[in-house]
């Protein structure tokens, strides 16, 4: 065994063999006795170093340990001599150690010197009831670590029983680990003479989390001026601890407030005014650090002029103990930027009432006031939209009632001033009808908002508007709608123009229908006219169907006349223009009504002498103008008065964009007013539809204002109508002005005989009776005749007898293949073949064509026997093809 390691340990340490002599004593044990190891080693342990009286007792408890067959141990507390004779009180732990063989060789006796500790417990003996009835924890801690005494109230917290502590060291009782890294450090702070003062965390067992005060006191004892023990004295301060902690929470919740608070504090002294204390946003708004702001005062920051009126407010504030707002307070930082401030001052008063500190709160509003500013600007600049928007918009109330309006509303709505507009309902004042309200309502609901809605309205004096209406409906948090807010478009225009491109749309398309049915019709009558023609010019007048036969012929011209006027509405009209002068179709149109109207109807004139010429069909022209005043004086059955008055108007071309089919330019009018009954509104848009009429079946079929309407759109002008009822009515004639101004007397044919041929002549049409009659009527006067039934049979037939047929009369509509396309087939057989282009439609652009480009002619069905005969001639002779139509 290594016996040097006992030399490291501080308390005595002692081994004797079983005669009880001393084999070994470390250097603990010969310096507390003051042996050196030749004095000791050898000695008996007890009656060697034990006074007389403690030898026989020692020597017991020794003598039976060795006698033990089991190592033992014994504790026992003994005086032991110095090497002078004076005594110490030792407490010795005593093990026993065996040998190989099992029997006690040698007892290990660990000694503690116990002498002081005697004078100490009697001291603590003689104050324990003091001691024991202390709140406060305290013990004795002798310099070896070892508890030897502790009070009740150190037992009790730890729920312990005394023994727990007494003669255990601090290590025992609450672990090595604290002990070294805590309470160690303490106690040998302690034992070198100093007092230790410091605060701990205890979990107890039963009050649990506590914490304490705790004091280490040195005590060196009555016989002995070294320290011998440390006094531990632990204070419960939980409920003090608790307390500054929420003091220091609450400061530092103040201070953490004060510091983030957005806005600017400050705290002046009411003394001098000078800055105390200031928080991260007065740092940052003045850009000053706060170590730079405390101990000055306004003149040290700000230009003088502005610290003056600062420092006025601030004695006004200490003055009166009153707060001070002042809302618009200007300073200049320290970047020499302005800022706005909103300020609040108020005095710190002490418990006397008097000022000893000025508390501002300062809040920078600078980016209010711009924001501000720039919302007047925004509210000015959309107001004045709103107030110069050339589109109605208006407010309202989901029940109707208006609450803003611009003026152009006010304007389209008739109105004198919004005042009076917000005693408006639109729905109700403006003559909604239930169905708009309810569509506007569910659609503007639903969605939030709604596009190019139409209404019509009827505004308080009567005037009826359409609108189209594009707005939103502005909700609360429980989406109830609050208010619309709506821009309005008045498009009355836009519809009056679509209901004349829907007026245009419809003629045209009664147009195509009477196209159609006029092309059949003359078909029909190509048949009766020509053998009823045919037949008259083959008897004598004398015969008894002559009579019949003039008839026949007469009514079917008249009805070829009607077919006319359907083709000129259909297809535009067949005209011979020349430059005319409207003053003089007039002239002729009044001679004919001074003869024919009743005496009672008075007519007057007003022809502008310098009137530019038209490009008209003279008679046309008069056949529209007496259509429209034979409508006007059947307008006066009881008479009245009918105006005609010539002159020019030009025609812009923001006028032409508010038309259809309307161009710009200069243009010769003739209004014709009379003092009839009137035309109300509904009649109006169907004044010129075909076969419309007011009066009775039998007295009108309704084609006269149609047919004038017809004719002046074909020569490119337009009819205007105003007229109310009981008011008379005024058509005005718009025709464009001729580009020259050169007046035309058109060319009269002289009648002549029906001239007689030889020729060969194929004639080409689907219609079986009209090859029929015009077979007859040419061989009749001495012409041969081949027929062909469609233009693909025309074709075929004319390559095969080229040479033989001096004329072709081809029908434009046909099966199979069309009149235009056989022409072309013919053209490549015989370039120089000569044709005449029949139709029971008018003569359209392919046609016309046709017959500018020379070798053709066109003839309009119903055709009469001298019509077809001359025109047949001519064309053979080569007096044809000149560009003109026949008829």
């Known amino acids: 065994m290594e016996l040097h390691h006992f030399n490291k340990i501080g308390s005595a340490f002692i081994i004797i063999d079983s005669g009880l002599n001393v084999t070994f004593a470390n250097h603990a ?15 008996s342990f007890v009656f060697d170093l034990m006074p007389e009286r403690a030898r026989a007792e020692s020597h017991d408890i020794l003598k039976r340990m060795f006698r033990s067959r089991e190592s033992s141990s014994e504790s026992f507390e003994t005086p032991f001599l110095t090497k002078t004779g004076a005594e110490k009180i030792f407490l010795w732990n005593l093990i026993s150690q065996s040998d190989e063989s099992g029997k006690i060789s040698s007892i290990f006796c660990s000694g503690q010197d116990i002498t002081q500790h005697l004078s100490i417990e009697d001291t603590w003996k003689k104050y324990e009831f003091i001691i024991n009835t202390s709140k406060e924890f305290m013990s004795l801690i002798s310099r070896n670590y070892i508890y030897e005494a502790v009070n009740e109230s150190l037992i009790s917290a730890h729920n312990k029983k005394r023994e727990h502590f007494i003669g255990k060291s601090v290590s025992d009782v609450f672990g090595d680990k604290m002990f070294r890294s805590i309470t160690k450090i303490y106690l040998d702070k302690c034992f070198g003479g100093h007092e230790v003062h410091y605060q701990e965390r205890v979990e107890l067992p039963i009050a649990g989390e506590r914490f304490f005060d705790v004091s280490y006191y040195p005590y060196a004892g009555t016989k002995s001026k070294s320290i011998t023990h440390a006094v531990v004295v632990a204070r419960d301060i939980t409920e003090r601890k608790r307390n500054e902690d929420e003091i220091q929470h609450s400061h530092a919740l103040i201070n953490s407030i004060f510091e983030n608070i957005p806005h600017a504090i400050f705290l002046k002294s009411a003394r001098d005014f000078k800055f105390v204390q200031f928080n991260k946003a007065a740092e940052h708004l003045l850009g000053y650090p706060k170590n730079a702001l405390i101990g000055k005062n306004d003149y040290d920051i700000f230009p003088a002029e502005r610290a003056d009126q600062l420092r006025e407010k601030d004695r006004e504030v200490i003055r009166t103990k009153k ?10 930082t320290k970047d020499k930027k302005k800022k706005i401030l909103n300020t609040k001052k108020l005095p710190i008063l002490d418990e006397n009432g008097n000022p000893q500190y000025l508390l501002g709160i300062a809040e920078d509003i600078t980016n209010k006031i711009v924001l501000e500013e720039a919302l007047r600007k925004s509210e000015e600049k959309y ?29 389209l709505f008739r109105i004198d001033s919004i005042e009076q507009a917000r005693n408006i309902n639109f729905f109700n ?22 596009k190019d809605f139409e ?15 594009s707005g939103t409906a502005v909700t609360d948090k429980k989406n109830n709608v609050t208010e619309y807010r709506c821009i309005i478009r008045d498009v009355t225009e836009r519809k009056k123009i679509e209901h004349q491109l829907l007026q245009s749309q419809r003629m045209e398309s009664l147009g195509l229908l009477a196209g159609g049915i006029s092309h059949e019709f003359n078909n029909l009558l190509t048949g009766i006219l020509g053998y009823a023609s045919f037949i008259k010019n083959n008897i004598a007048s004398d015969n008894k169907f002559f009579e019949g036969i003039q008839i026949i012929e007469d009514n079917a011209r008249r009805a070829a006349s009607l077919t006319t006027q359907l083709l000129t509405f259909a297809r535009g009209g067949k005209y011979k223009l020349h430059s005319v002068n409207l003053n003089q179709i007039v002239k002729e149109t009044l001679k004919i009504i001074s003869s024919t109207f009743d005496k009672n109807i008075e007519v007057e004139n007003n022809l502008y002498s310098g009137l530019p010429a038209i490009d008209a069909d003279a008679s046309q022209i008069q056949q529209a103008l007496m259509n429209i005043c034979i409508n006007s004086k059947e307008a006066m059955p009881s008479g009245g008065k009918l105006v005609l008055i010539t002159g020019i108007s030009m025609i812009t071309d923001d006028l032409a964009r508010q038309h259809t089919d309307i161009k710009p330019g200069s243009y010769v009018t003739l209004s014709i007013t009379d003092t009839g009954q009137g035309i109300d509104a509904k009649t109006r848009d169907k004044l010129f539809e075909p076969f419309f009429t007011t009066k009775d079946n039998d007295k009108s079929v309704g084609l006269g204002l149609f047919m004038a309407y017809s004719i002046i759109k074909s020569h490119n002008g337009f009819i205007n109508v105003y007229s109310e009822p009981g008011e008379g009515s005024t ?16 060319p009269q044919k002289k009648p002549g005989e029906i001239p007689r041929g030889s020729e060969t002549i194929l004639i080409a049409d689907d219609e079986k009776y009209i090859r029929s009659f015009a077979k007859n009527m040419l061989e009749t006067y001495g012409y041969k005749v081949m027929l062909a039934e469609n233009g693909l049979e025309a074709a075929e037939i004319y390559k095969s007898n080229s040479s033989k047929i001096g004329l072709v009369i081809l029908d434009m509509i046909m099966p199979k293949m069309s009149g235009y396309e056989t022409y072309v087939k013919l053209k490549e057989i015989n370039p120089e073949v000569k044709v005449i282009f029949s139709s029971g439609m008018n003569q359209d652009a392919k046609s016309q064509d046709l017959v500018k480009n020379g070798g053709s002619v066109f003839i309009q069905k119903p055709y009469q026997i001298g019509e077809i005969l001359n025109k047949v001639r001519d064309t053979l002779d080569g007096k044809a093809g000149s560009g003109r139509a026949a008829g």
């Open 29 to 43: 044990a010969k310096g507390i006795l003051g042996y050196n190891e030749k004095d000791i080693l050898g000695r």
């Open 323 to 332: 707060m001070l707002e002042i809302p618009d307070e200007t300073i200049i």
């Open 383 to 411: 107001r004045k939209l709103f107030e110069d928007s050339k589109d109605v918009i208006v407010i309202f109330k989901p029940a109707g009632e208006i609450t803003d309006i611009n003026p152009s509303g006010l304007d």
């Open 429 to 450: 004042d403006f003559n909604c009808s239930d169905t708009e309200c309810v569509n506007f309502k569910a659609l503007a609901g639903s969605k939030g908002f709604i």
């Open 455 to 469: 209404m019509v309205l009827k505004l308080k004096d009567g005037h009826q508007i359409y609108i189209q209406l």
């Open 731 to 746: 058509f005005e004639i718009y025709i464009p002005a001729s580009m020259s101004n050169e007046v035309k007397e058109e």
